[in-house]
């Protein structure tokens, strides 16, 4: 099989920074495949997707060394120009592609280079936003006016219109609900398929990768540390959690109960027919009591100019002591309505209720203190010219004395993994550093509820478990935390109750296990966890359905070839 893309030895310093992103990386990439690119927040994913562009190092500066051939073109000699012809890349953020007013223009500006006629370009246009799942009304609407999944799809529209060889996409599920992800890799099997494209996939979520990809390579600080078929990867669980990856669930319990080594869903079901000898009972738990509610929201509407009416009569309460989940599909109002209770947008009619007051009868300063909120893309709160002034600035804005302010920048800063970077220019963070460091400037505030837009997008699963495991904690304190996410299989694991948005309203509100074996989890487009659905498939009662690996192992009797009972 013919090479598309070889780096050799490749390493990469970005200037300012006294580390290497890339160390001596060496990894080809061959004709027609899809190579998944696994690794922890940090590994030099993204790097290595912009050294295959030729970004860098022409566009970025730092110090390189190595060498790296697209197409048989010299990344060090031939202009990026030149190789974004036949090679696109979507990045991790989609915001910062965007440059046109409309989604149509925004398509036919990536167009333009190939010189198609206008009856041609109008085609492609319709085509490729066909392939990402989106309709022609969205020809004339502001990509930046999109939620964030639609975003990403019209980002990957615009470089599927161009028919590239080679596809570079920076984690393109990241913001997507269930249905969106498979209509993304519904969309570039496609592209294999019909135009032979060669696809590098940087990927966090193991099942995507174990469906889609060919070949996967993990790196770790720089390094490709793992590389190989899915199966051959997946089946190395202990190596891969040490890389800051996590295997799919399937692999893991296959692993665990001594089975053979399985990566898919299907696979693991045929096996576990033919060794699960019967269920146990189990006390699972149902999360935590709350208490005092903080947060009222009574037949809450909201219309955004222009006439989309994002919330349509949404109810809800938040208590102290509770980690709620807001989950639903894309569109669905989950962001507005996390909006309308920060007092960010004043509801077109309904009540919101903070501590038992009207959100209209607190000062902005005041409300924010007890409602803080992070938002989707932390650039658009980031504004400090420096990690440290970034954290304390709205402690400065409060009066805090200074010896605090410093010990609660010190905490916040240690407690979101980002110790040393005090100094740092955020402008230079990685997407997932930006994101973890809008984290702790709202933490540093010591809210009484904390509101977190898509926290664990761009970061690493063992980053993302660590993430959910400290907001539970944060509850503890008599402080409640929202969380809006499409992570549901983590978030399933850590929230005290799930509340589904669709269409504007909350269609269903309780403990995660209930709220997923329900009806509304199909209608909310949630993303059942493997085990649980592998427990279901089996025969297993949905009162004891199980939420993890180590909850399968609780309640599944599985006898092994040896005899022995391993659950």
């Not at 198609?116 to 490729?128: A, F, P, T, V």
């Not at 997507?176 to 060669?198: H, N, Q, S, Y």
């Not at 649980?532 to 399968?552: C, I, Y």
Request: with cysteine; aromatic share 6%.
């Amino acid at each position: 099989m013919s090479r598309v893309a070889v780096a050799e030895n490749v390493w990469w310093r970005y200037e300012g920074r006294s580390d290497y992103a890339l160390r001596g990386l060496s990894l080809e990439v061959r004709k027609g495949e899809v190579l998944a690119v696994m690794g922890h927040s940090g590994a030099g994913k993204t790097t290595l997707a912009l050294a295959l562009t030729g970004i860098i190092p022409q566009r970025v500066p730092g110090e390189f060394k190595g060498r790296v051939e697209v197409m048989g073109m010299s990344t060090l000699r031939v202009d990026v120009a030149e190789i974004a012809k036949r090679a696109a890349i979507v990045f991790e953020d989609p915001e910062i592609q965007f440059v046109m007013s409309t989604v149509e223009d925004e398509i036919a500006l990536a167009l333009e280079p190939l010189r198609l006629s206008r009856d041609e370009m109008r085609e492609r246009i319709k085509w490729s936003l066909e392939l990402v799942g989106l309709d022609e009304s969205f020809l004339g609407r502001s990509p930046l006016q999109l939620s964030g999944g639609e975003k990403q799809r019209v980002a990957i529209a615009a470089a599927v219109a161009r028919e590239p060889e080679l596809l570079i996409l920076d984690e393109p599920t990241s913001d997507l609900d269930p249905l969106g992800k498979e209509e993304v890799v519904a969309a570039l099997k496609r592209l294999r398929d019909e135009l032979d494209t060669t696809i590098v996939l940087v990927e966090h979520e193991p099942e995507y990768v174990a469906e889609f990809a060919d070949r996967v390579a993990v790196l770790r600080e720089g390094r490709v540390a793992l590389e190989g078929e899915p199966g051959e990867v997946f089946s190395r669980v202990e190596e891969l959690r040490s890389c800051g990856v996590y295997p799919p669930d399937v692999s893991e319990l296959s692993a665990r109960l001594g089975l053979k080594p399985v990566y898919r869903f299907e696979q693991a079901l045929e096996l576990l027919k033919a060794v699960v000898k019967g269920f146990r009972s189990a006390d699972l738990g149902d999360g935590s009591r709350p208490g005092e509610v903080l947060i009222e929201c009574r037949d809450v509407h909201y219309e955004y100019p222009g006439g989309v009416r994002a919330l349509r009569g949404a109810s809800l309460e938040v208590r102290s002591g509770e980690l709620v989940a807001l989950v639903g599909p894309n569109g669905s109002g989950k962001t507005t309505l996390a909006k309308v209770m920060c007092g960010l947008l004043k509801p077109s009619a309904g009540e919101v209720r903070v501590l038992g007051r009207s959100v209209n009868e607190y000062d902005r300063l005041a409300l924010s203190s007890l409602v803080a909120y992070v938002y989707q893309n932390p650039d658009h709160q980031i504004f400090n010219k420096s990690v440290y002034e970034e954290v304390a600035f709205g402690l400065k804005l409060r009066g805090l004395p200074e010896s605090e302010v410093r010990e609660r920048v010190a905490r916040a800063l240690e407690l979101f993994g980002l110790r040393g970077l005090e100094n740092e220019h955020p402008f230079f963070l990685s997407k997932g550093e930006k994101r973890r460091l809008a984290l702790a400037s709202v933490y540093a505030l010591d809210p009484k509820v904390l509101v977190v837009d898509e926290p664990t997008t761009g970061q690493d699963m063992r980053f993302s478990e660590a993430l959910f495991a400290m907001l539970k904690r944060l509850t503890g304190e008599g402080r409640a935390v929202v969380v809006i996410t499409h992570s549901v299989p983590i978030a399933a694991r850590y929230a005290d109750r799930f509340v589904v948005v669709k269409e504007g309203r909350v269609i269903a509100s309780g403990p995660p296990r209930r709220v997923l074996t329900s009806p509304a989890a199909d209608e909310g487009k949630l993303t059942k966890p493997q085990v649980l659905r592998l427990a279901l498939a089996l025969g297993l009662d949905s009162n004891l359905a199980p939420l993890s690996v180590e909850e399968f192992e609780r309640v599944v009797e599985v006898v092994t070839a040896s005899g022995s009972r391993a659950a």
